[in-house]
């Protein structure tokens, strides 16, 4: 799964680049951390750097100074172009149980810094998925203490490895006959992905069912991507969430995009995602 969690992290940080919506009036330019920290792979650092309200285009940032470090041991990071854009790479990859830090500066820019830790891994088990219908079933062991989750699915085709690659999204819903803990998550709305914080069901083996809005077809197969969120990385894709869902409707107070960086702008916050292959039968 290492090439679906390499494929995922840069998508992730592809979602990162967008206009945000910051009520302060414009103090010149900031450099902006995008970085989500995955558990098991190496560290994925987008620079760039700030423009005022209005832009967009955001400068790389190609001669940064780094300095990251993983408790108190410090890890490397040289700059790589990846699909037509530059990011800082670590050469080692990263563990849960230790506190991230990071610190940036760049030529001319006030220097930034932002830490994080990372989530527990979920625990999933037992998945099924049958063709001609739309169900997709699997348990999540939810362990006690707080837990937040994003939950997406996706269409997979196997790789040059023999793994399973995700191809595209699915869109889907919380089934209402089955999911008593995410009644307030349940609407008509198919989407494509769900953030679930675990107060409704702290530490209990819960039942999740996904509907999907195309019927299942037989011998293909899909990939189920839940991912352990810290409160950092819960509190900004959830602004991300509330600022997509309110775009272009004038009745809806613009939402501010969550930043821990400091003097800065951005994210720099941990994650640990769970994948399940899921044939369907």
Known sequence: MKKAAYLLAITALAACEQSADIPVPYEGDRIVVNSLVQEDSVVYLRLTRSQPPG???FPEIKNATIKLTAGDAPMTMQFREINGKGYYVSATTVAAGKPYRIEVTAAGLPGVKAEDTLPRRPRLHDPFAQAGGNRVKVYLDDRPGADRYRIRLFAAKKGAGGTYVPVSRKEY???PSYNNSFTD???ETYHEFS???DERFDGRDILVVLQTRQVLVKDEVLLLEVTGLTSASWQYLKSLQLQSSG???LFV???IVYSNVDKGYGIFAGVSSAWMEIPIK
């Open 247 to 249: 775009d272009g409707n």
């Open 195 to 197: 953030l679930i914080p």
């Open 55 to 57: 832009a967009t285009a």
């Open 173 to 175: 819903r919380f089934d």
């Open 253 to 255: 107070d613009p939402a």
């Open 185 to 187: 998550l349940i609407t």
